[in-house]
């Protein structure tokens, strides 16, 4: 099994800063790609930012200089820091993993997590 927890979700002001973590945990033998995705109501879910494990990330284009996508992989976890953030960055954030689950076994799975709710309201 393996599991995505993210944390650090809530409600911040106009301006303000939150960052995200989501912790990988189980039978994991090697984390490829990790990523935020976010999908605010009545939305279809959207990239938000990827890591690759050598630290090279890509953002979605309306989304770049206002958050920064970071991992430890010594942790298994990855971040987001968004800061200036907007009332339409409200949504319910997601984190993604590209696994591979063992030494034995080539292949690679799609993780999510459960999902953090950011509220950006005064």
């Known amino acids: 099994q393996v599991q995505l927890v993210e944390s650090g979700g809530g409600l911040v002001q106009p301006g303000g800063s939150l960052r995200l973590s989501c912790a990988a945990s189980?039978?994991?033998?090697?984390?490829?790609?990790m990523g935020w995705y976010r999908q605010a109501p009545g939305k279809q879910r959207e990239l938000v930012a990827t890591?690759?494990?050598?630290?090279?990330?890509n953002y979605a284009d309306s989304l770049k200089g206002r958050f920064t996508i970071s991992r430890d992989n010594a942790k298994n976890t990855v971040y987001l820091q968004m800061d200036s953030l907007k009332p339409e960055d409200t949504a319910v954030y997601y984190c993604?993993?590209?696994?591979?689950?063992?030494?034995?076994?080539?292949?690679?799975?799609?993780?999510w997590g459960k999902g953090t709710q950011v509220t950006v309201s005064s």
């Open positions: 189980g039978s994991i033998f090697r984390i490829n790609v």
């Open positions: 993604n993993a590209n696994i591979r689950r063992y030494y034995s076994d080539f292949r690679t799975y799609d993780y």
């Open positions: 890591i690759t494990t050598g630290g090279t990330a």
